[in-house]
Protein backbone atom coordinates (compact mmCIF):
# COMPACT_ATOMS: atom_id res chain seq x y z
CA UNK A 1 0.00 0.00 0.00
CA UNK A 2 1.55 3.24 -0.60
CA UNK A 3 0.47 5.85 1.92
CA UNK A 4 0.76 9.84 2.18
CA UNK A 5 0.57 11.26 5.62
CA UNK A 6 0.01 15.50 5.47
CA UNK A 7 1.18 17.37 8.41
CA UNK A 8 1.26 20.86 9.31
CA UNK A 9 4.54 21.87 7.94
CA UNK A 10 5.23 24.01 10.47
CA UNK A 11 7.63 21.79 13.03
CA UNK A 12 9.81 19.26 11.74
CA UNK A 13 9.01 15.68 11.47
CA UNK A 14 10.19 14.36 14.31
CA UNK A 15 10.08 17.26 16.50
CA UNK A 16 13.19 17.75 18.48
CA UNK A 17 11.06 18.23 21.50
CA UNK A 18 6.93 19.47 21.63
CA UNK A 19 4.76 18.61 18.90
CA UNK A 20 2.13 15.96 19.25
CA UNK A 21 1.10 15.61 15.52
CA UNK A 22 4.77 15.39 14.69
CA UNK A 23 4.86 12.77 17.08
CA UNK A 24 1.94 10.83 15.67
CA UNK A 25 2.72 11.18 11.98
CA UNK A 26 6.22 10.02 12.65
CA UNK A 27 5.22 6.82 14.94
CA UNK A 28 2.96 5.72 12.27
CA UNK A 29 5.00 6.71 9.83
CA UNK A 30 7.56 4.01 10.79
CA UNK A 31 5.13 1.43 11.79
CA UNK A 32 3.89 1.43 7.96
CA UNK A 33 7.44 0.78 6.57
CA UNK A 34 8.22 -1.35 8.82
CA UNK A 35 5.06 -3.49 8.06
CA UNK A 36 6.36 -3.41 4.09
CA UNK A 37 4.53 -0.24 3.39
CA UNK A 38 5.36 2.62 0.63
CA UNK A 39 5.02 5.63 2.48
CA UNK A 40 5.77 9.54 2.25
CA UNK A 41 5.19 12.43 5.00
CA UNK A 42 4.17 15.45 3.22
CA UNK A 43 5.06 18.35 5.75
CA UNK A 44 5.27 21.96 4.21
CA UNK A 45 3.79 25.34 4.74
CA UNK A 46 1.83 25.93 1.56
CA UNK A 47 -0.95 24.29 -0.45
CA UNK A 48 1.20 23.85 -3.98
CA UNK A 49 3.75 21.90 -1.84
CA UNK A 50 1.09 19.66 -0.36
CA UNK A 51 -0.86 18.85 -4.01
CA UNK A 52 2.39 18.72 -5.62
CA UNK A 53 4.04 15.65 -3.46
CA UNK A 54 1.15 13.74 -2.78
CA UNK A 55 -0.06 13.89 -6.35
CA UNK A 56 3.78 13.29 -7.59
CA UNK A 57 3.63 10.12 -5.02
CA UNK A 58 0.86 8.57 -6.69
CA UNK A 59 -0.88 7.01 -3.05
CA UNK A 60 -3.57 4.87 -3.01
CA UNK A 61 -4.28 5.84 0.55
CA UNK A 62 -4.00 10.10 2.06
CA UNK A 63 -4.51 10.64 5.41
CA UNK A 64 -4.33 14.33 6.27
CA UNK A 65 -3.06 15.29 9.77
CA UNK A 66 -3.66 18.81 9.08
CA UNK A 67 -7.25 20.25 9.24
CA UNK A 68 -6.09 23.77 7.81
CA UNK A 69 -5.65 21.79 4.52
CA UNK A 70 -9.33 20.14 4.01
CA UNK A 71 -9.75 22.31 1.50
CA UNK A 72 -7.32 20.78 -0.89
CA UNK A 73 -8.41 17.27 -0.67
CA UNK A 74 -10.82 17.14 -3.93
CA UNK A 75 -7.49 17.99 -5.88
CA UNK A 76 -5.53 15.00 -4.33
CA UNK A 77 -6.02 11.83 -7.09
CA UNK A 78 -6.37 8.81 -4.78
CA UNK A 79 -8.98 6.78 -4.11
CA UNK A 80 -9.17 6.55 0.05
CA UNK A 81 -8.90 10.15 1.22
CA UNK A 82 -8.95 10.31 5.47
CA UNK A 83 -8.83 13.13 7.62
CA UNK A 84 -7.97 13.36 11.35
CA UNK A 85 -7.88 16.73 13.84
CA UNK A 86 -6.78 16.89 17.43
CA UNK A 87 -7.39 20.62 17.49
CA UNK A 88 -9.35 21.07 20.72
CA UNK A 89 -10.20 24.28 19.33
CA UNK A 90 -11.34 23.95 15.31
CA UNK A 91 -12.48 27.29 13.89
CA UNK A 92 -16.39 26.88 12.16
CA UNK A 93 -14.70 26.89 9.14
CA UNK A 94 -12.06 23.87 9.78
CA UNK A 95 -15.44 21.87 11.41
CA UNK A 96 -17.60 22.64 8.17
CA UNK A 97 -15.04 22.09 5.72
CA UNK A 98 -15.08 18.11 7.87
CA UNK A 99 -18.93 17.72 7.70
CA UNK A 100 -19.12 18.50 4.42
CA UNK A 101 -15.89 17.46 2.39
CA UNK A 102 -15.89 13.84 0.41
CA UNK A 103 -13.11 11.91 2.97
CA UNK A 104 -13.29 9.30 5.69
CA UNK A 105 -12.91 10.76 9.22
CA UNK A 106 -11.03 9.06 11.63
CA UNK A 107 -12.06 10.50 15.30
CA UNK A 108 -10.05 10.24 18.02
CA UNK A 109 -12.92 8.89 20.28
CA UNK A 110 -16.46 8.69 20.47
CA UNK A 111 -16.80 11.80 21.76
CA UNK A 112 -15.03 13.50 18.68
CA UNK A 113 -17.37 10.95 16.94
CA UNK A 114 -20.75 12.19 18.23
CA UNK A 115 -19.61 15.89 17.47
CA UNK A 116 -19.28 15.82 14.00
CA UNK A 117 -22.51 13.61 13.53
CA UNK A 118 -24.18 16.54 15.73
CA UNK A 119 -22.93 18.82 13.33
CA UNK A 120 -24.40 16.96 10.30
CA UNK A 121 -21.64 14.51 9.00
CA UNK A 122 -22.90 10.51 8.11
CA UNK A 123 -21.64 8.70 10.91
CA UNK A 124 -21.11 5.69 7.82
CA UNK A 125 -18.13 7.86 7.10
CA UNK A 126 -17.02 8.29 10.64
CA UNK A 127 -14.23 5.90 11.80
CA UNK A 128 -12.72 5.68 15.37
CA UNK A 129 -9.43 5.42 15.61
CA UNK A 130 -7.73 6.30 18.86
CA UNK A 131 -3.74 7.39 19.08
CA UNK A 132 -1.01 4.86 19.96
CA UNK A 133 2.49 5.54 21.51
CA UNK A 134 5.72 4.22 20.73
CA UNK A 135 6.61 2.01 23.73
CA UNK A 136 9.67 1.14 22.67
CA UNK A 137 11.07 4.83 22.71
CA UNK A 138 9.99 4.93 26.56
CA UNK A 139 12.23 3.61 29.94
CA UNK A 140 10.30 1.56 31.85
CA UNK A 141 11.14 1.01 35.21
CA UNK A 142 9.08 -1.74 37.79
CA UNK A 143 9.79 0.72 40.68
CA UNK A 144 9.04 4.29 41.17
CA UNK A 145 12.42 6.29 41.81
CA UNK A 146 9.98 9.50 42.88
CA UNK A 147 6.96 7.98 44.96
CA UNK A 148 6.18 11.39 46.26
CA UNK A 149 6.24 13.23 42.67
CA UNK A 150 3.59 13.75 40.70
CA UNK A 151 3.88 14.85 36.65
CA UNK A 152 1.57 18.07 34.91
CA UNK A 153 3.29 17.36 31.37
CA UNK A 154 2.59 19.70 28.47
CA UNK A 155 2.88 22.86 27.09
CA UNK A 156 1.73 25.33 30.10
CA UNK A 157 -1.05 27.26 28.28
CA UNK A 158 -4.54 28.28 29.95
CA UNK A 159 -6.21 25.31 27.96
CA UNK A 160 -4.09 22.89 30.31
CA UNK A 161 -4.64 24.78 33.85
CA UNK A 162 -1.49 24.67 35.24
CA UNK A 163 -1.97 27.80 36.83
CA UNK A 164 -4.79 26.74 38.81
CA UNK A 165 -2.29 23.78 40.34
CA UNK A 166 1.40 25.44 40.76
CA UNK A 167 1.41 25.41 44.53
CA UNK A 168 0.48 22.29 45.04
CA UNK A 169 3.75 20.71 46.31
CA UNK A 170 3.88 17.03 45.26
CA UNK A 171 3.08 17.87 41.48
CA UNK A 172 6.30 19.06 39.37
CA UNK A 173 5.45 20.22 35.91
CA UNK A 174 7.35 20.01 32.74
CA UNK A 175 6.64 22.69 29.74
CA UNK A 176 7.09 25.40 27.96
CA UNK A 177 5.82 28.83 29.43
CA UNK A 178 3.17 30.24 27.51
CA UNK A 179 0.23 31.52 29.96
CA UNK A 180 1.22 34.41 32.06
CA UNK A 181 -1.06 32.77 35.25
CA UNK A 182 1.50 30.40 35.86
CA UNK A 183 3.87 30.95 38.63
CA UNK A 184 8.00 29.24 38.52
CA UNK A 185 8.37 26.96 41.61
CA UNK A 186 10.68 24.59 42.80
CA UNK A 187 8.28 22.35 41.45
CA UNK A 188 8.98 23.84 37.84
CA UNK A 189 11.63 21.83 35.81
CA UNK A 190 11.68 23.06 32.86
CA UNK A 191 10.92 22.33 28.92
CA UNK A 192 12.23 18.57 28.36
CA UNK A 193 13.41 17.19 25.15
CA UNK A 194 12.20 14.44 23.81
CA UNK A 195 15.28 12.04 25.02
CA UNK A 196 14.69 13.08 28.32
CA UNK A 197 11.28 12.77 28.35
CA UNK A 198 11.81 9.43 27.27
CA UNK A 199 14.25 8.66 30.19
CA UNK A 200 13.06 9.72 33.00
CA UNK A 201 8.78 10.09 32.87
CA UNK A 202 8.88 6.27 34.08
CA UNK A 203 10.64 7.95 37.46
CA UNK A 204 7.37 9.65 38.90
CA UNK A 205 4.74 7.93 40.32
CA UNK A 206 1.71 9.37 38.70
CA UNK A 207 0.55 12.40 35.96
CA UNK A 208 -1.87 15.04 36.52
CA UNK A 209 -3.61 16.58 32.86
CA UNK A 210 -6.93 18.55 34.34
CA UNK A 211 -7.31 20.52 31.03
CA UNK A 212 -10.54 22.06 29.66
CA UNK A 213 -10.33 20.82 25.91
CA UNK A 214 -8.18 17.70 24.98
CA UNK A 215 -8.64 15.01 22.13
CA UNK A 216 -6.54 12.24 22.48
CA UNK A 217 -3.92 12.84 24.86
CA UNK A 218 -0.59 11.80 24.05
CA UNK A 219 0.66 13.02 27.55
CA UNK A 220 -1.81 10.46 29.07
CA UNK A 221 -1.15 7.64 26.86
CA UNK A 222 2.48 7.91 27.33
CA UNK A 223 2.82 8.42 31.34
CA UNK A 224 0.39 4.80 31.00
CA UNK A 225 3.43 3.04 28.86
CA UNK A 226 6.08 4.43 31.55
CA UNK A 227 3.60 2.54 34.30
CA UNK A 228 1.83 6.14 35.80
CA UNK A 229 -1.36 6.55 36.99
CA UNK A 230 -3.19 9.45 35.60
CA UNK A 231 -5.45 12.19 36.72
CA UNK A 232 -7.32 13.89 34.61
CA UNK A 233 -10.42 16.12 33.95
CA UNK A 234 -13.40 15.17 32.44
CA UNK A 235 -11.98 16.91 29.33
CA UNK A 236 -9.19 14.76 29.42
CA UNK A 237 -10.62 11.19 29.58
CA UNK A 238 -10.86 10.33 26.18
CA UNK A 239 -11.07 6.58 25.66
CA UNK A 240 -9.64 5.75 29.33
CA UNK A 241 -11.37 2.68 31.12
CA UNK A 242 -12.11 4.53 34.40
CA UNK A 243 -12.48 1.16 36.02
CA UNK A 244 -9.31 0.74 36.55
CA UNK A 245 -7.95 1.85 40.08
CA UNK A 246 -5.06 4.08 38.53
CA UNK A 247 -7.31 6.16 36.78
CA UNK A 248 -8.91 8.99 38.35
CA UNK A 249 -11.45 11.64 36.57
CA UNK A 250 -11.66 14.71 38.57
CA UNK A 251 -15.13 16.05 38.34
CA UNK A 252 -15.80 19.28 36.69
CA UNK A 253 -17.64 20.94 39.37
CA UNK A 254 -14.93 19.99 41.99
CA UNK A 255 -11.17 21.05 39.72
CA UNK A 256 -11.19 24.52 41.69
CA UNK A 257 -11.87 22.25 44.66
CA UNK A 258 -7.53 22.15 45.74
CA UNK A 259 -8.28 20.06 48.87
CA UNK A 260 -10.16 17.79 46.51
CA UNK A 261 -7.44 17.71 43.72
CA UNK A 262 -4.98 17.39 45.99
CA UNK A 263 -6.27 14.66 47.82
CA UNK A 264 -6.88 12.57 45.14
CA UNK A 265 -3.88 12.86 43.44
CA UNK A 266 -2.47 12.02 46.38
CA UNK A 267 -4.70 8.36 46.85
CA UNK A 268 -4.54 7.75 42.80
CA UNK A 269 -0.18 7.52 43.67
CA UNK A 270 -0.69 5.05 46.21
CA UNK A 271 -2.87 2.96 43.42
CA UNK A 272 -0.37 3.51 41.04
CA UNK A 273 2.77 2.97 42.45
CA UNK A 274 1.32 -0.87 44.28
CA UNK A 275 0.17 -1.16 40.07
CA UNK A 276 2.85 -0.28 38.21
CA UNK A 277 3.39 -3.52 35.77
CA UNK A 278 -0.56 -4.03 35.80
CA UNK A 279 -0.58 -0.49 34.11
CA UNK A 280 2.07 -0.86 31.77
CA UNK A 281 0.82 -4.48 30.57
CA UNK A 282 -2.63 -2.89 30.07
CA UNK A 283 -0.80 0.20 27.96
CA UNK A 284 0.75 -2.07 26.03
CA UNK A 285 -2.35 -4.24 25.16
CA UNK A 286 -4.20 -0.85 24.32
CA UNK A 287 -2.33 1.87 23.11
CA UNK A 288 1.15 0.90 21.32
CA UNK A 289 1.45 1.11 17.92
CA UNK A 290 1.99 -2.70 17.39
CA UNK A 291 -1.44 -3.02 18.75
CA UNK A 292 -3.21 0.79 16.98
CA UNK A 293 -1.31 0.52 13.66
CA UNK A 294 -3.35 -2.77 12.91
CA UNK A 295 -6.43 -0.88 13.49
CA UNK A 296 -5.44 1.73 11.12
CA UNK A 297 -4.56 -0.14 8.49
CA UNK A 298 -7.62 -2.32 8.90
CA UNK A 299 -9.77 0.65 8.49
CA UNK A 300 -7.67 1.39 5.23
CA UNK A 301 -8.03 -1.88 3.65
CA UNK A 302 -11.93 -1.78 4.77
CA UNK A 303 -12.68 2.06 2.70
CA UNK A 304 -10.82 0.12 0.10
CA UNK A 305 -12.38 -3.12 -0.74
Known amino acids: MRIVLIGNGWLPIPPPAWGAIEILIWDMYNKFKE ?4 CLIVNERYEHDVLRLTNNFQPD ?4 HAPRFHKIMDEINCKVKIASSQDTQETQEVLDGFVKNNFYIFAVSNEWKEKYI ?14 GVAEDKFQYKENCSEPDKSIYLGMIEERKKQYKYHDLKSVYFVGRILCQKFKKTECYLGEWTKQTLYMFLTSFANLV ?9 LAVSE ?3 CGLGVVVSEAASANLDRSKPWITVIPDNKLDDLEYVENAINENR ?4 INRSNIRKHALETLSWDVRI ?3 LKAYETILS
Open 223 to 225: ALM
Open 35 to 38: LGHE
Open 294 to 296: KEV
Open 61 to 64: VVHL
Open 270 to 273: KNSI
Open 209 to 217: LLSSSEAHS
Open 118 to 131: MHGRDPSTIIVTPN
